[in-house]
């Protein structure tokens, strides 16, 4: 739903008002023109002084879902993870180490039979 709304608002305003919804499609070309040579006019042409909103806004959107995220579902989460029930223990990490291993021995050994059955 989000989506189809940004999609809206683009294709609304991209014509008219050349919206500004991807940074990287107003941004950098400002950068670019003024490293150029243009000068700061190109961050305050036909008195636009909004070329900051598509930088910023995203950043405050972030922080803000994160925010309600956490209000409204994370709070709420009754559910406890043990960490400690994890095993961290360098026996088990040996021991996968081992498995991996000896995985790929097998996988060594039956390409070399495959292909000395092949010849």
Not at 75 to 94: G, T
Request: contains cysteine.
């Amino acid at each position: 739903m989000f989506g189809a709304m940004i999609l809206l608002l683009c294709l609304g305003f991209g014509i008219n008002a050349g919206n500004a919804m991807n940074p990287a499609r107003d941004l950098a070309p400002r950068i670019f023109t003024f490293v150029a040579g243009y000068g700061w006019e190109v961050f305050s042409y036909r008195d636009y002084e909004w070329w900051w909103v598509p930088v910023v806004c995203p950043f405050i959107g972030a922080l803000m879902g994160g925010w309600t995220y956490h209000l409204l579902v994370a709070a709420n989460n009754d559910e406890h993870v043990d960490h400690h029930s994890f095993s961290s223990s360098s026996e088990s990490h040996e021991k996968l180490l081992s498995e991996f291993l000896n995985l790929k021995i097998q996988e060594q050994l039956y390409s070399l039979k495959f292909i000395k059955e092949s010849k």
